[in-house]
């Protein structure tokens, strides 16, 4: 996984330089500052005096020498405490500190730390008692320098209260930053223009280190103020591909780079010390990248999952990095789920549900009796209450799964210790029963688990990690029995992620850690309450005046864990999981997209050629093209055999046009005032127009006269819908009807009754209405822009979205009836789950949008300006931009073979377009 990659990258970066000293040796929340070669000399002044080469590095809360020599333990003095520093010798100074004249520095402590002795990591030696080191350096005219500022570094590692220190250590810093720039030179070209350049910190996990930030028209630099690992990080703006805002330690001050499209692990993460620069640099970046889009949102992300071209691991990963967690800072490392719920079995059955955690709870809700425990104690507890005294996710919990991998970490963390042998990570399935039964254990896992690096669970650097009480030494992790091997025990980890039981209840997850059940009374009834300091948004350190409280609620956030940023306000949509049979089963308020008998279901389409029709739908090619009527073509209908193509207008003519013979046969004129739409009924007889004068009119085909005339509105008729003798009118007198009746040329009599089975109130004038394959149910769209979805069973609303800023223009139901499809005037494609009536996908073109088909996937749309545009909407993107009409489109139809297209405009012209393949 990402952490154990860069972990390698920087194992390697180490054996290159021969270097065993890493900012993982400082305390959290210390720097380094710089370093001199220098000799250790040992027994100074005795018979067996002995140099020792190496590095003498001043970090601001301890001196650190690293040997040349491996065998060498790296010395760490905390300059705490200290008792004296100052030259050699001059000991008959009655000042408490003396001042440096030679090459040599005198340290007088009470305390040593001896770390990676024979370059073996392990606990940290503590020596006690009064010792005196020298250190000799290179140059001696740098010691008065050097000695000076451990003086001053001293005077704030003393001060008593830890928010003056901080603040004392940051003047320091800020002072040296001041005194630096970049240095110019490092540009890779001396042809490249400069942008900005501000201070700022470079962000590894538990480590921060300060620098310059630089960024030209083609490069991102970082130069670290030490000038470790390497004198200037670079990174070529063409090679980046996402750059995320991040909070850092709860405020807006962090920027991370990723120059891959899919990896957790980013190429750099920045932490500035203003919100302004960290922004002015993010709009930098972000201008230069032509087809960069700098932020995805999660919903477009959620329907590429729903659809299935996320897995659930890929999902899950994308929403971490939206959610600000990043492998970067180990207080908001990535959290995945504890998926499986048996690790006894020697078999592991991924068919039975019982095999399974219930994802609808959170990990302290999963034990009914420590729940109970845990409830009362809540009841009694005074505001602000939380249910559970620890996070699912905190440094502590990340480090305690990758101590096998990265044990200097843990050994940072810890102060140079690694935990107790008994509380180690032995075991998955004692830490399973632990998080099950334990009072205070309710963490979640890592992604680690469900990836292709074993090494996290296996001692490979065969690391001293304790004895337990029955005497077996901490080695590699025990797995459970259906397990052969680690790379077994991640494969079918793996295959638990993916099963069907986790694709249908992933999203209940999702809803506890990054959803509506994060906050508020959702939280509280889902028994998912954590420490009010773990939410963002939960302090405003800045409103905290005192240095002292300060630091250490800061240090209280940081160590505890942080909640995930919230991404969704509204249930989560749940994924569309393959179906054994190719049916659809009529939706219910319950169950609103759910499949029904008799209706072949999208996802088992066995017309290959819908498939291979719109896999080229962007080689659409025009043959021909015909101006029939006088004004602005609105609606399209085409008999079953193809030949005849029924169009109405604002011209208020319904015109029949031959393919065949390419001519105009039929011109009919129901009122003075405009055609909106029209369709055409089941046998080809008669077409039904709706029109603005209120009206629905029938005409008999066969008869060639206006058949019967339905005067079922109080304002203009906007669009209508047929199916099953069932009539659908949208009007802009603000309400959809539904009308039973059966056409005259079915009964005996002339003229057919129209009865009202349901009136669908809305606020505003209808534009328009669609109906799903089993017409069950309707979406409308309105003038304001809100978007309606109707459960037609019952006549009752499921979802009122107000996803549009004007006018909707038109809307459609995906094959599979589980999302909607609206554009409107303000160039938006919305994409909204049905279930949930989340808006799941937003995509903008910079002009009105009036028209369009769609699979679920792929969009062909008429804009405003005539053109055709094909949308990938998994991608994000427009996939082809076709030349079409000389006005806005307004109409557009499709056979049920998806092979041939026809398009109105208001250029009064309808043309015809064949796929190419």
């Known amino acids: 996984m990402a952490f154990i990659r860069k972990k390698r990258r920087e194992q390697q970066l180490q054996l290159y330089s021969k270097e065993r000293f890493s900012l993982l040796l400082l305390n959290l929340e210390e720097y380094y500052f710089e370093q001199h070669t220098a000799n250790h000399i040992q027994n100074k002044g005795g018979q067996y005096e002995r140099k020792i080469r190496g590095s003498l590095k001043i970090c601001s809360k301890s001196v650190i020498f690293e040997p040349d020599v491996i065998s060498q333990p790296i010395i760490k003095i905390p300059l705490r405490d200290c008792i004296k520093i100052g030259k050699h010798g001059e000991n008959g100074s009655n000042r408490h500190f003396a001042k440096a004249k030679s090459g040599e520095i005198s340290l007088i402590f009470s305390q040593v730390y001896f770390i990676k002795e024979h370059n073996i990591v392990a606990p940290y030696k503590i020596e006690r008692g009064k010792m005196e080191y020298v250190f000799e350096l290179d140059v001696s005219g740098k010691v008065e320098d050097v000695v000076e500022t451990l003086l001053q570094l001293h005077r704030a590692s003393c001060l008593d209260k830890l928010g003056d220190q901080t603040a004392m250590i940051t003047a320091i810093l800020q002072s040296r930053l001041a005194r630096t720039s970049f240095d110019k030179n490092r540009f890779q070209s001396v ?194 209450k939380f249910m559970y005294g620890s996070h699912y996710s905190s440094p502590g919990y990340v480090l305690f799964y990758l101590v096998r991998i990265a044990p200097e970490y843990m050994l940072c963390l810890q102060n140079g210790r690694f935990d107790n042998a008994d509380r180690m990570f032995n075991s998955i399935a004692e830490t399973w029963k632990n998080c099950l039964d334990g009072a205070t254990d309710f963490k979640e896992l890592i992604p680690e688990f469900y990836g292709d690096d074993v090494s996290f669970l296996v001692n490979s650097l065969k690391l001293d990690l304790g004895k337990r009480q029955g005497g077996q030494m901490v080695d590699d992790v025990e797995l459970p029995p259906w397990a052969r091997s680690p790379e077994d025990f991640l494969q079918k980890s793996k295959d638990a992620l993916e099963s069907n039981y986790v694709s249908e209840h992933l999203h209940e997850w999702i809803d506890l850690i990054f959803g509506y059940k994060q906050k508020g009374s959702d939280a509280v009834e889902a028994h998912n309450v954590f420490h009010p300091l773990t939410y963002e948004g939960g302090v405003d350190l800045n409103s905290i005046e005192d240095p002292d409280e300060k630091v250490a609620m800061l240090t209280q956030i940081l160590e505890f864990g942080q909640t995930p940023k919230q991404l969704f306000v509204t249930p989560h949509p749940r994924r569309i999981t393959p179906k054994l049979k190719t049916v659809t089963q009529a939706c219910s308020p319950d169950d609103p997209t759910a499949d029904s008998p008799g209706e072949e279901s999208f996802e088992d389409l066995t017309e290959e050629s819908k498939s291979l029709a719109w896999n080229n739908i962007t080689k659409l090619q025009l043959q021909e093209q015909y101006k029939i009527h006088k004004e602005a073509v609105t609606g399209i209908a085409v008999s079953c055999n193809g030949s005849s193509v029924f169009t109405t207008s604002q011209d208020s003519t319904l015109k029949m046009f031959s393919k065949e013979s390419k001519m105009l046969q039929r011109s009919i004129s129901f009122s003075n005032m405009a055609l909106s739409s029209c369709l055409l009924l089941p046998g080809d007889a008669t077409v039904i127009s709706s029109s603005w004068d209120n009206n629905v009119y029938f005409y008999s085909i066969a008869f060639a006269r206006r058949q019967d005339t339905l005067m079922g509105h109080d304002d203009a008729v906007s669009k209508i819908c047929w199916h099953d003798n069932r009539l659908y009118s949208a009007s802009w007198d603000s309400t959809v009807k539904v009308w039973s009746g059966v056409p005259a040329e079915m009964t005996c009599t002339r003229r057919q009754q129209f009865d009202m089975l349901a009136e669908l109130e809305h606020d505003v004038s209808v534009d328009t209405i669609s109906l799903n394959a089993a017409s069950t149910l309707l979406v409308s769209g309105t003038k304001e822009g809100t978007v309606n979805i109707w459960d037609l069973t019952t006549a009752t609303i499921l979802h009122q979205i107000p996803c549009h800023s004007g006018t909707v223009c038109d809307t459609a139901f995906s094959p599979d009836s589980r999302h909607v499809l609206s554009t409107g005037e303000d160039g938006c494609l919305n994409v909204i789950d049905v279930q949930t009536g989340m808006l799941i996908s937003s995509l903008t073109s910079d002009e009105t949008q009036r028209c369009f088909i769609w699979d679920g996937n792929s969009v062909l749309s008429g804009s405003q300006s005539g053109e055709l545009l094909v949308w990938d909407l998994l991608g994000g993107k427009i996939s082809e931009r076709i030349q079409g009409h000389a006005g806005a489109v307004t109409c557009i139809w499709m056979n049920e073979q998806c092979s041939s297209i026809i398009t109105g405009g208001e250029d009064r012209q309808i043309m015809f377009w064949k796929l190419q393949y």
Not at 245 to 272: A, N, Q, W
Not at 353 to 368: E, I, M, W, Y
């Open 191 to 384: 042809s490249e223009k400069l942008h900005m350049e501000c201070k700022a910190e470079m962000v590894t996990p538990l480590v921060t280190n300060p620098g310059h930030v630089c960024i030209t028209d083609t490069n991102l630099y970082f130069q670290p103020l030490n000038g470790y690992p390497k004198p200037v990080v670079q990174i070529t703006l063409q090679d980046v591909r996402r750059i995320y805002k991040r909070r850092h330690g709860l405020m807006p001050l962090g920027l991370e780079v990723f120059c891959t499209e899919d990896d957790l692990c980013s190429d750099i993460y920045l932490k500035f010390y203003e919100p302004q620069d960290r922004d002015d640099l993010y709009f930098y970046i972000a201008t230069y990248l032509e087809h960069h889009v700098a932020e995805r949102t999660a919903e477009s992300y959620t329907l590429q999952w729903q659809r299935g071209h996320l897995s659930n691991y890929q999902y899950l990963l994308h929403l971490n990095n939206l959610a600000d967690r990043s492998c970067n800072d180990l207080s908001q490392y990535p959290v995945f789920p504890w998926i499986i719920n048996d690790y006894c079995s020697t078999e592991l059955d991924l068919s039975n549900p019982g095999t399974f955690r219930d994802l609808s709870r959170p990990v302290g809700a999963l034990n009914k009796e420590r729940l109970e425990r845990l409830l009362t104690r809540y009841q009694e507890m005074p505001e602000p």
